[in-house]
């Protein structure tokens, strides 16, 4: 029977859930002592109290909303009413952080000064309003209604990294005649492209596992669309 190295143990730890977690593998034997010393960042929401826990931590991860960031302020615009946020606590320095959470975009530019990295990022329809029609590079999905109606758009170019189109990201683009979705995206939304009336063709790639009702509702000139194997659900209409 082989044996787990606190090397593994180190990688097994990075899916707990609690300090309680940590705690209770340190005391399993001398080997699997010091797991948390050996983080450089925090796998796990901290406070306070157990921040010192994880004493070489360089890097702090912001896995919710709700997370403690130390001291170190940071504006977050919230998607539902435009409302700015301002996060405290006591100070402490970390040579980056890194925002798992969902933002806007607005959120990230807020920030761009700072050495913050945002791993969700979503283009909103007030973003559009606010930034254009070119969709950030940063950027992991399209936002709900963000494109709805936007009649004048013929074209737009999808960013590899956007993994999701949210419910009427397209409806009513009549314009818009055709689109390259990337590999990167997994899902599509409800009424994503009804009544895109010029929209012809287009390929779904492999990457995408669903497409939601009444996708393609309305495209009176599309002829023909490429569904993968990899679709395992595919809604009405």
């Known amino acids: ?106 959120t990230v530019d807020q920030n761009k000064s700072r050495n913050i990295e945002f791993k969700n990022v979503t283009y909103t329809r007030d973003d559009r309003e606010k930034f254009g029609n070119i969709i950030p590079l940063n950027v992991t999905s399209i936002g709900e209604k963000c494109f709805n109606w936007c009649s004048y758009l013929s074209s737009i170019t999808i960013p590899l990294g956007v993994t999701s189109f949210s419910d009427w990201c397209f409806s009513g683009c009549s314009s818009l005649s055709s689109m390259i979705i990337p590999s990167s995206v997994t899902s599509i939304g409800y009424q994503c492209f009804s009544y895109c009336n010029s929209l012809k063709s287009i390929t779904i790639p492999p990457s995408v596992t669903s497409i939601d009702n009444y996708c393609f509702y309305g495209c009176d000139s599309l002829s023909s669309v490429t569904i993968p194997s990899t679709v395992s659900s595919i809604g009405n209409h």
């Open 1 to 106: 029977m082989s044996k787990i190295d606190s090397y593994h143990v180190m990688i097994v730890s990075k899916y707990f859930v609690t300090i309680r977690d940590f705690i209770n593998v340190e005391l399993v034997c001398k080997k699997f002592g010091g797991t948390m010393e050996k983080f450089h960042f925090n796998p796990i929401p901290l406070n306070s109290k157990t921040l010192g826990y994880f004493s070489n931590i360089e890097t702090l991860c912001l896995w919710n909303k709700e997370d403690n960031t130390f001291g170190n302020r940071f504006m977050i615009n919230k998607m539902t009413n435009g409302d700015i946020e301002d996060i405290p606590v006591f100070k402490k320095a970390f040579y980056k952080i890194i925002v798992w959470f969902n933002v806007n975009f607005e």
